[in-house]
């Protein structure tokens, strides 16, 4: 299957559901963005921050950037004009940072909330708890350059079905509860950034909004 192909196939998968692709295209060359780019597919998630900036000047300038993987403050700054989504906030100094970064340029940034749902030490993440501080947190609330639209997670790298469903169910249960509860005017409830290759068709049955899909669409890295 062509890079074409495989957009067309999750633009169909997609239809009529809440939820959108994220082409990921990280180590992949520019050539092969420009094909999903044509094929239709305007959201690619990128890793590294170099990788991403190098790219995004390469490319159309409509086309939606978002950081999925794990931020460094020192790196927020490169980022800062154009990101469209960070997936992956995991501490109230980055998101402070973030801000800070956004009033630079006069943006509101989005962001989501990385929560660690893996039985892996390998993953990075808030606890539910430790979100839950963070998004009641006044230090949070004050942030005006930043919005917090909603939670990423990923699941543990395993055969076991019912894992992963039990782990995407847990996020979903938890993102139903914060929409419930009072949260500062900076926060919406709204994505929830679940599913990859090998996982999107659970993440989606789990009510996944934004699933995030590499390899199945480019190939192995
Ligand atoms: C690489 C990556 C993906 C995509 O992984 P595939 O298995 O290739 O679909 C999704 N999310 C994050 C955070 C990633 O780093």
């Given at each position: 299957m062509s890079i074409t192909q495989n957009i067309q196939y999750f633009n169909q998968l997609?239809?009529?559901?809440?939820?959108?692709?994220i082409a990921v295209t990280k180590t992949k060359p520019v050539a092969m963005l420009q094909e999903a780019y044509e094929a239709g597919c305007k959201q690619f998630g990128e890793n590294r921050v170099q990788e991403m900036m190098e790219k995004y000047e390469q490319l159309p300038g409509d086309i939606d950037w978002h950081l999925i993987g794990h931020l460094q403050t020192n790196k927020v700054k490169y980022i800062a004009p154009f990101v469209r989504l960070i997936h992956s906030i995991d501490s109230l100094k980055l998101l402070q940072e973030v801000n800070k970064q956004g009033a630079k340029y006069n943006r509101v940034i989005e962001c989501l909330l990385?929560?660690?749902i893996?039985?892996?030490?390998t993953k990075f993440g808030l606890s539910f708890e430790e979100a839950e501080a963070l998004l009641q947190s006044p230090e949070a609330a004050q942030l005006a350059n930043i919005r917090i639209v909603g939670?990423?997670?990923?699941?543990?790298l395993t055969d076991s079905r019912e894992q992963i469903r039990r782990e995407f169910r847990g996020l979903k249960q938890f993102?139903?509860?914060?929409?419930?509860?009072?949260?500062?005017a900076n926060t919406e409830m709204k994505e929830l950034s679940m599913g990859m290759s090998g996982d999107y068709q659970l993440?989606?049955?789990?009510?996944?909004?934004?699933?995030?899909?590499?390899?199945?669409?480019?190939?192995?890295?």
């Open positions: 997609l239809e009529n559901t809440p939820c959108r692709l990385q929560i660690y893996a039985q892996e030490e939670l990423m997670g990923m699941a543990t993102f139903e509860q914060l929409k419930t509860k009072t949260l500062p993440a989606l049955q789990e009510g996944s909004t934004l699933i995030r899909v590499g390899s199945s669409i480019f190939g192995t890295r």
